[in-house]
């Protein structure tokens, strides 16, 4: 997206200006005024007579202020405004910040002319203008970094939709709604592979088949030759004949088979008590259902 769109999103000055000239309304500058003021404060819990003092009060200091004293000065002494520290200074204003009354004349003054008294619901005030700013249009090359940045997210938008859609229109896309999933195996888990007594069995051998071999006599009739002929058979035939011989074979191949037998549960029990010893060491059981398991395969034996 960065090369195919990205890079080719370029923005000429011709469609930056054309874009300025059509939203110079959101560009403009209201006009601003930096004005001081002495205020004379009339509450309504002021009598006749202290409303009266606080009026002769600002006629005097208008006076003062006609006969070239500093604006300033006489802000810091009289003014009951917490600007006074300041010199009575309001900072840059704009219309619709104020009282009506007081904006009128205000934005009727010009730099460093002094108004007359103003009534307002606050008191009465003392106004300088001290720097007029007339309202106007931000120049372009101000606003041209903000109007890039507009610009160019939009056409940044429109090109990639129309890279997207080539994209589509060139690529195979295979959709598939309500498909069956298919099925897959389930594993079995570790301890259900490791399941006491239920190991698999090794595979059962095939056994060799024994053929009878044939044999042509010297007269050439086909003779066949018994197997028990040529190896000794592998158990008695008659527990009557050779009863001593018997019971002696007998006898080792039970105790063959108990060995043998005892061998293959002992080996069996020895690798559960491995396998559920590591199962403790590992945090799986407890040590109370190792003993529990240990003391059952024990029994076994």
């Keep these: 997206v960065g090369f195919q769109v990205k890079n080719r999103t370029k923005l000429s000055e011709k469609e930056a200006r054309a874009y300025f000239r059509k939203h110079r309304k959101e560009y403009s500058l209201a006009p601003k005024v930096k004005a001081r003021h002495i205020l004379f404060i009339l509450d309504d819990g002021l009598t006749t007579k202290q409303k009266s003092v606080k009026e002769k009060k600002a006629v005097e200091v208008k006076a003062l202020l006609d006969k070239g004293e500093k604006f300033e000065t006489l802000a810091r002494k009289y003014s009951e405004d917490v600007s006074a520290g300041d010199g009575g200074d309001l900072g840059f204003l704009e219309r619709g910040k104020m009282v009506i009354d007081l904006e009128n004349v205000i934005f009727s003054l010009k730099a460093g002319e002094v108004s007359g008294l ?5 008191g ?13 249009t931000k120049p372009f090359d101000e606003v041209r970094p903000e109007i890039e940045k507009i610009l160019g997210s939009k056409k ?12 589509r229109k060139s690529a195979f896309i295979e959709k598939l709604l309500h498909g069956k999933k298919n099925p897959t195996k389930r594993k079995r888990s570790r301890m259900a ?13 095939k056994r060799k088949r024994i ?7 010297s007269g050439g009739k086909i003779k066949k030759i018994d197997p028990d002929s040529i190896f000794a058979p592998l158990t008695v035939p008659n527990k009557k004949a050779g009863s001593v011989q018997h019971q002696v074979a007998e006898k080792v191949q039970k105790k063959s088979r108990a060995v043998s037998k005892n061998n293959s549960r002992f080996a069996k029990v020895q690798r559960e008590l491995k396998r559920i010893k590591k199962m403790r060491d590992d945090n799986i059981i407890s040590e109370t259902e190792y003993q529990k398991k240990k003391k059952y395969l024990l029994s076994k034996l």
């Design 118 to 122: 103003v009534r307002t619901p606050y």
């Design 124 to 136: 009465i005030h003392i106004v300088k203008v001290d720097e007029v700013k007339p309202g106007g």
């Design 156 to 167: 940044f938008q429109t090109n990639y939709e129309s890279y997207m859609r080539d994209l």
């Design 193 to 205: 592979r490791k399941t006491p007594f239920k190991e698999k069995l090794p595979p059962l051998k």
């Design 211 to 217: 053929r009878t071999k044939v044999r042509k006599s």
